[in-house]
């Protein structure tokens, strides 16, 4: 699986890293209701973490370019190791009864924001390291490796962080920032530079940062549907992963425990959907197929998660059906996009992935934002906008969609 040891490290941390934000997706909740926040504030907290990471990974992209690889992706590494200790003390000094419920708030807000702006290092930067040492045959393998690690990530990182909320729940920061050190460490003496001095930009000079006049263009252009496709999919998957602790929570009475195992079934289902049944049904049946499907599936993916029953406190068949189903519908549908995106003509992968990226990023801040807001007007709000907004993809689909088809390769 791995040819050197560099690639090897680089997995390792985008698992930790990744492990990181997936230890705290099912315990964000509980701090919030402690703190005394609302769907509102848990919209936030998960909007802030895309919209630092929407702003600052072209800036840390240029910072590589122009310091070398190596210290960036450390920089987004041990930044790691502090957003997972600040997260603990939150809790902790909260706990204590050192700062008042809305200071807590607040600086679990401004945690959640720091953490996107360093984690943000991480990933650009290992797929540059990536690119630098692979050749053109060999670099669908290792970007590969990237999908793989943030997907073992995101399936242990809620497992992990429910089960460990038992000690309690600062305990699965603290244990995410002492494997983020072993990170650190590894990539400190393993990891090469990639990026020879000749080779760097001799001066600073502009910083990149997000393109919203380019965006605007891409939207216009050949491939603008199926980036609003994109930002589309990406808004209604935000509405069941940004407010989903927080609805359990509010709706069964689960714990983070119980809200860790349920989103680990979710994350075993996507994993095995993307990586095993996505490439087979889209040779078979084509793309375009297989989204239009899929976004036909997910209307009533979405309907069922707000029909599920649950004993209060006990996790139930009915929900455990209803999150995995939902996740089923969901997962072909950014492949089967992105894979219509890189196969227009006319414009160039570099550019297509990265406008597919910033649109998804887009969909992910505001996502978030209107489920917390929905939230605190119904439980079923989120999920209901979700099941409208799938609808309407597939409708519109059902006319742009061939005729993004007749210009793909």
Request: charged residues 10%; proline residues 4%.
């Amino acid at each position: 699986m791995f040819k050197n040891k560099n690639l090897a490290v680089l997995f390792f941390a985008l698992v930790v890293v990744m492990l990181g934000f997936g230890i705290v997706i099912p315990i964000l909740p509980f701090y919030v209701e402690h703190f005394g926040g609302s769907g509102k504030d848990m919209g936030m907290l998960m909007a802030i973490y895309s919209i630092m990471q929407f702003i600052f990974s072209p800036i840390w992209g240029s910072l590589s370019d122009h310091y070398g690889r190596k210290p960036i992706l450390l920089v987004g590494i041990v930044g790691n190791v502090v957003s997972q200790i600040l997260y603990g003390l939150v809790g902790d000094f909260a706990g204590a009864g050192l700062f008042n419920p809305q200071t807590s708030l607040t600086l679990l807000i401004v945690t959640r924001g720091l953490a996107g702006v360093l984690s943000s290092a991480t990933l650009p930067t290992a797929m540059a390291i990536i690119s630098d040492r692979t050749s053109h045959h060999e670099r669908g393998g290792g970007m590969g490796l990237v999908g793989a690690a943030m997907g073992v990530g995101m399936v242990l990182g809620p497992g992990i962080g429910g089960m460990m909320s038992g000690i309690s729940l600062s305990a699965p920061f603290y244990f995410a920032a002492l494997i983020s050190v072993i990170a650190v460490a590894l990539t400190w003496a393993m990891v090469s530079e990639s990026l020879p001095s000749d080779e760097r930009t001799v001066t600073l000079g502009k910083i990149n940062s997000p393109q919203l006049g380019e965006m605007w263009k891409a939207l216009l252009g050949p491939i603008g549907f199926l980036l609003f496709l994109a930002f589309l999919h990406s808004f209604a998957l935000a509405n069941f992963e940004g407010v989903f602790g927080m609805y359990t929570q509010l709706r069964y009475e689960y714990s983070a425990t119980q809200v860790g195992i349920v989103l680990t079934v979710v994350g075993l289902v996507s994993a095995v959907v993307q990586g095993a049944l996505t490439g087979p049904a889209t040779r078979k049946w084509g793309d375009s197929s297989v989204v239009i499907v899929s976004l036909f599936a997910s209307v009533f993916g979405f309907v069922l998660m707000t029909l599920a029953k649950s004993e209060p406190g006990k996790i139930s068949t009915s929900v455990m059906l209803a999150a995995g189903f939902f996740m089923l519908t969901n997962s072909m549908i950014r492949p089967g996009s992105s894979s219509l995106i890189s196969k227009q003509e006319g414009v160039s992968q570099g550019v297509s992935m990265g406008m597919n990226n910033a649109f998804m990023s887009l969909g992910r801040i505001a996502g978030p934002l209107w489920a917390g807001y929905a939230l605190d007007i119904n439980l079923n709000y989120p999920y209901l906008t979700g099941a409208l907004i799938m609808a309407v993809g597939f409708v519109l689909c059902l006319f742009f969609l061939p005729k993004s088809r007749r210009h793909s390769a």
